[in-house]
């Protein structure tokens, strides 16, 4: 094998296949995949599809099959979101691009991450990229939605969508996990990891591995308890606060989690978006201030100054709280 | 021979005669209206009102002139309680009593007139107006800005002598001979950078040069350096005290023209104060829906370099903001944009974290951002539970000691 390096000690990498027989369903997909490999030939490839389904691994397990050992000298990993700019990645690729691929595979591989994060025009570059090197590179973009990819480069890829993954694809990873570390796993448990998980299968094994922590059986307790805590309460206390009218405590709680949780403004107006519908307020109300996560949300793509958002939104609530109050 | 710390230098280098006061500023027409006014004075004679702004020598000049013509001077300023009555009692007190021995007389200084504030405003002034019209000794009195209407009835019964903001030069040569008795060497440039700040104020000046060289034997330019700064920020009170109060759009959208600060930086500090200055929901949601419609357009024009968009920007978070009060402006007092000193304070913790996410993403093929959402937080709960090999985790992570306090200690 060509994974000699000790095994991972966080189990979404540990139990992530290595093999694309190894994927959790996705069978169409696989077969395609495999087919790219038996030909040693493979167009540029397009994944998309929600959290946890498998497409960062397909990508990886791909290139492994492609290359084998060498896979390391062949493939480039980058994620847009972490590149500044399409500049760097556009250098990162070129004197990557200018080596020639080792072993029998004529090209190398690019496998880039997080694709939606990039800005229109910076994907109109991308797009040149591609055009540019496409002797010596395939590219394997990724990303959470495909409608956010620019048509031109849609139209240069082979397109996968890769499906959520149902209670029963989870439960059996998950199983099967279970029994390999040796922790006992109750239905109970599984219920609960679906219920905060859904079909996302690294929040799923991230839950287990957390509620396996505390020693006992992982049940419908310890996975609550470990969603909670990995849930910061500083949102819900926020919420709070601002509709009881004191803006100035409730965007002390924002700064808190920009600084000690490093979320950005977008990761918290996503938290307020699932903490609303727990909010004691009537359930109309739930609603007007769904309306404000909405437009805030979308203001925060638009706007310079991440707070400033937010805290037009508190003072927004601290209006909206006023009204309830009478 | 540097002086013990709590001897403030404005008092310790304050001029004592008026020859001294002329050293400093010259020959000046506001020292010689002055002094002919008291020379002069009857009784039934007009009262004197000093105005001008800040530190340029007002009361100095009354104490100076005082004790030189041997007037016993009878002092009340903003800080005692000026209401009605204790007026009254200064009245009973000194004005109609004349001193038989040792004196010329009383002179009575009401200094900051337009300082008065509160209960009994209005009834403040009639009794000041009262008093001068009553009074056996001279009365002068000393305000910053005497225009106020309020004041009106006191201007009509007072001779007006107004003070100028003092010449850089003027500065630089007291400050200079401050340095030579704390035998300071003082670099020219460094008290011309004082002088400059201080802007005519001679109090700010001293207090800033005694707390840029005090025990030093030299002055640098670095020394002084931090005192823009400072300054900047006294600045940016102003400039929020003006915009908040505005009442037309106009007089809010002057506001930025007027500020040292950039617009960015301006916003900063509107966006911290914005929930002190307006408490009323209604009116503090409105200006934010104003400011948040100023950061989008900010974020369209630097995304699109459409620099033509600047203008909206502006409008949008001076004008926007000030015309969304419904109450009237209430003083407030103001704070410096928290966001960069938190983020400054939490620099450490903030590096530790990254540093975790970094080594998080380069093992599990995400984004440092994901890893930040999606597997931070159960790295947290892990390291909390008693029964994870913490040990291997950090070991295939790569953590240091700081990295795995961090994770445990955190919640």
């Keep these: 094998m060509a994974f000699k390096e000790e095994l991972p000690a966080l189990w979404v990498e540990k139990y992530r296949p290595k093999k694309l027989d190894e994927i959790v369903n996705q069978k169409e997909i696989i077969e395609r995949l495999k087919k790219f490999v038996e030909e040693k030939n493979v167009p540029h490839l397009l994944f998309v599809g929600p959290p946890g389904t498998g497409k960062t691994t397909a990508a990886l397990c791909l290139v492994y099959e492609l290359y084998g050992e060498n896979w390391r000298h062949n493939v480039l990993e980058l994620n847009a979101s972490d590149e500044r700019g399409i500049q760097t990645i556009r250098e990162r690729v ?21 694709c ?13 990229i591609m055009e540019m090197f496409w002797r010596t590179t395939r590219f394997i973009l990724i990303a959470n939605y495909g409608s956010k990819i620019i048509e031109p480069i849609q139209s240069r890829c082979a397109i996968f969508r890769f499906s959520m993954l149902s209670k029963e694809d989870i439960a059996e990873r998950l199983k099967f996990i279970a029994s390999r570390e040796g922790v006992k796993l109750t239905q109970e448990g599984i219920d609960a990891i679906w219920y905060v998980a859904g079909g996302d299968l690294r929040r799923a094994i991230n839950l287990l591995q957390a509620a396996a922590a505390y020693g006992g059986p992982v049940d419908d307790v310890t996975v609550y308890k470990v969603a909670g805590k990995a849930r910061p309460t500083e949102v819900h206390e926020m919420l709070k606060l601002a509709l009881k009218g004191d803006v100035l405590a409730a965007r002390q709680k924002v700064y808190d989690l920009m600084i000690n949780y490093g979320l950005t403004g977008s990761d918290i107006i996503r938290q307020v978006h699932t903490e609303v519908f727990r909010l004691d307020v009537p359930e109309p109300l739930k609603m007007e201030i769904e309306d404000l996560v909405a437009e805030t949300d979308y203001r925060l793509v638009e706007g310079a100054n991440e707070d400033i958002q937010i805290t037009a939104f508190l003072a927004q609530l601290a209006k909206l709280g006023k009204k309830m109050a009478g | ?43 039934g004679d007009k009262a004197a009102l000093l105005y001008g702004p800040p530190g340029v020598g007002k009361t100095l000049l009354v104490e100076v002139v005082a004790k030189e013509f041997g007037y016993e001077l009878f002092q009340l300023n903003a800080s005692d309680t ?12 000194s004005s109609k009593t004349v001193s038989l021995y040792g004196s010329k007389g009383k002179l009575i200084f009401l200094d900051e007139i337009d300082g008065l504030y509160g209960v009994g405003e209005a009834d403040a002034v009639k009794a000041i107006v009262e008093l001068i019209k009553e009074s056996r000794v001279p009365i002068v009195m000393a305000a910053n800005d005497p225009w106020d209407p309020k004041l009106r009835p006191i201007r009509e019964v007072s001779v007006m002598i107004e003070f100028k903001r003092l010449r850089s030069s003027s500065i630089i040569k007291h400050l200079k001979k401050i340095c030579a008795k704390e035998g300071i060497m003082a670099d020219e440039r460094a008290l011309k950078i004082v002088a400059e700040l201080a802007e005519g104020d001679m109090r700010s000046a001293v207090n800033d040069l005694q707390a840029a060289a005090q025990g030093k034997k030299r002055l640098t330019v670095n020394d002084v350096s931090w005192l823009r ?3 900047r920020q006294y600045q940016a009170f102003d400039v929020l005290r003006m915009l908040f109060a505005a009442k037309r759009c106009d007089d809010a959208r002057n506001v930025v023209n007027s500020s040292l600060l950039d617009y960015e930086t301006l916003m900063l500090w509107i966006d911290e104060n914005l929930p002190r200055q307006y408490t009323d929901p209604e009116e503090l949601a409105k200006a934010y829906y104003y400011l948040a419609r100023a950061d989008v357009f900010l974020g369209r024009m630097n995304r699109g370099q459409k620099w033509e968009l600047l203008k909206y920007i502006i409008d949008f978070m001076t004008a926007g903001v000030a015309m969304s009060k419904i109450h009237p402006y209430r003083f407030t007092k103001y704070g410096f944009p ?29 984004s440092k951002r994901k890893a930040s959402t999606e597997i931070m937080p159960f790295l947290h709960v892990m390291f909390e539970a008693p029964g994870l090999a913490k040990r291997d985790v950090s070991r295939w992570l790569g953590l240091d000691e700081s990295m795995e306090e961090f994770l445990k200690k955190h919640r």
């Design chain 1, 94 to 114: 070129k004197d990557y691009a200018r080596t020639v691929a080792l072993g029998d595979v004529p090209f190398k591989v690019i496998i880039l991450d997080e």
């Design chain 2, 1 to 43: 021979m540097s002086t013990p710390s709590y001897v403030p230098w404005t008092e310790k280098h304050k001029p004592r005669s008026i020859a001294e006061i002329k050293e400093i500023v010259g020959e000046a027409e506001y020292i010689d209206s002055f002094v002919s006014w008291l020379r002069n004075w009857k009784p």
């Design chain 2, 338 to 366: 928290q966001k960069i000193l938190l983020l400054a304070k939490a620099k450490g913790t903030r590096a530790i974290r990254e540093s975790i996410c970094e080594k998080v993403a380069s093992k599990c093929h995400l």
């Design chain 2, 229 to 231: 700064a400072r300054n």
């Design chain 2, 82 to 93: 000026r209401t009605e009555a204790a007026l009254r009692r200064l009245v009973g007190q």
């Design chain 1, 116 to 128: 939606d994060a990039m800005t229109s025009e910076a994907q109109w570059s991308l797009r040149r």
